[in-house]
């Protein structure tokens, strides 16, 4: 029995341009379709001429109904699933026009004076600065360990690659000196009038996000959170980029339905098949004296990887951040190295079971002991250890 007699027409159109043409709004013609093209991801493209490709040797296939039944449900799933991320894209496109329709905006002298180096206010809303001879050193290291592509990479290109995503930065404070680093990185580009806004305006939902956020539980040192609420900068262009403060791994991919995750709270909300989630956790699960809280922590980085297997099909863009290096001492002056290294090691070994993307750049920070803030200092010496300044690690990682 061939593909023909079940009625291939009534599952998708002839040709890949009219199943495109038939999802956009009435009276869209070439330009539309057009602009509908440059904005799906790769991926979506590929899979699209992947299954007319195997509708066409399905059609040209002789099977007996049972065959074709059953490859009949596998095609119209894997139909249903590119469908939704191709609506997703076009949902993103008009929340873009949208957007494009708001007359620009200038930058905020707050903002603009908070993002100079030269700005040494401590009171400034956004990370903690290097000096610039801290700056050009990390800097020389960092080329020297391959990243010389942070000096070319502009605002303008990721511009251009969020248009009509959401860049989700999920962590603990180390994330969040990601995501101030990033607001610094693309001042000229999302929108001052807005400043920084929720996640979204239904109250429930903001409820939802916050609550999968939260945790009750403590880091190895006792220290107890509190959880800070979502923000979100609006681009020019339609797209966004949200931190969300969640310091334990237990909270990011719970697969535990009646209390879900932070991920499967977004994805079941807010989050489009296009966006990028961005995911750290590891500094709240072990400190250089205390150790590691090994157990929890693995089992995080599990579900975490199960949770990618299982949805990468419509949220393919996932990576894992490793945590950089913490130069903190101990009471003895020192703290042992491979406390870190088995962070790093774990979420290796269990990820890369899983296929997920990784951006490890702790061996990197290592040596980087002046790469730190220093602008808090008592004695005349460091007293943040953890946390990095900027321009610096931060831009490195982005």
Same mark, same amino acid.
């Given at each position: 029995m061939g593909w023909g007699q079940l009625g291939s027409g009534q599952i998708m159109p002839d040709d890949f341009s009219s199943y495109l043409m038939a999802m956009l709004p009435e009276g869209s013609g070439p330009a539309e379709l057009q602009q509908l093209l440059q904005s799906l991801d790769p991926a979506v493209l590929q899979e699209i001429q992947s299954v007319y490709a195997d509708l066409k040797q399905f059609e040209q296939t002789q099977m007996d109904l049972d065959q074709a039944q059953e490859r009949y449900v596998q095609l119209s799933s894997r139909i249903a699933s590119v469908t939704a991320r191709v609506q997703g894209t076009l949902a993103a496109q008009q929340q873009? +026009? +949208?957007?494009?329709?708001? @007359? &620009?905006?200038r930058r905020q $002298?707050?903002?603009?004076?908070? %993002? #100079? =180096?030269?700005?040494r206010n401590p009171l400034s809303p956004t990370v903690r600065k290097c000096m610039q001879n801290q700056t050009k050193s990390v800097v020389d290291q960092l080329v020297q360990e391959g990243h010389r592509p942070m000096l070319v990479f502009t605002p %303008?290109?990721?511009h251009a690659y969020l248009r009509g995503r959401t860049l989700w930065l999920i962590g603990d404070s180390l994330m969040q000196n990601y995501y101030y680093a990033l607001r610094c990185f693309m001042i000229d580009f999302w929108d001052h009038s807005l400043g920084e806004c929720q996640v979204s305006s239904d109250s429930s939902i903001e409820q939802q996000i916050y609550h999968a956020a939260d945790t009750n539980i403590s880091s190895p040192?006792?220290? @107890?959170? =509190?959880? #800070?609420? $979502?923000? %979100?900068?609006?681009?020019?262009?339609g797209g966004r980029i949200c931190w969300l403060h969640s310091v334990r791994g237990e909270e990011i991919a719970d697969p535990d339905p009646q209390n879900p995750g932070l991920l499967q709270t977004l994805q079941a909300?807010?989050? +489009? &098949? +296009?966006? =990028?989630?961005?995911?750290?956790?590891? @500094?709240?699960?072990?400190?250089n004296c205390a150790g590691l809280q090994s157990a929890p922590y693995k089992q995080s980085l599990w579900n975490l990887g199960k949770l990618y297997e299982k949805t990468r099909d419509v949220f393919p863009n996932l990576l894992f951040k490793v945590s950089a290096h913490d130069h903190t001492a101990c009471r003895d002056g020192g703290y042992p190295l491979m406390t870190g290294r088995r962070v790093m090691q774990s979420a290796e070994n269990i990820l890369g079971k899983f296929n997920v993307p990784i951006v490890n750049t702790y061996n990197d920070t290592v040596p980087l002991h002046d790469g730190h803030i220093t602008d808090r200092p008592i004695g005349g010496r460091e007293v943040d250890c953890l946390h990095y300044c900027s321009p610096g690690v931060p831009e490195a990682c982005l």
């Open positions: 873009q +026009q +949208q957007q494009a329709q708001q @007359r &620009p905006q $002298p707050l903002r603009s004076k908070a %993002c #100079d =180096i030269n700005n %303008c290109e990721l040192l006792g220290s @107890r959170v =509190i959880t #800070d609420l $979502p923000r %979100c900068l609006w681009l020019a262009a909300t807010v989050a +489009q &098949p +296009q966006d =990028i989630f961005y995911v750290n956790f590891g @500094r709240w699960h072990f400190s």
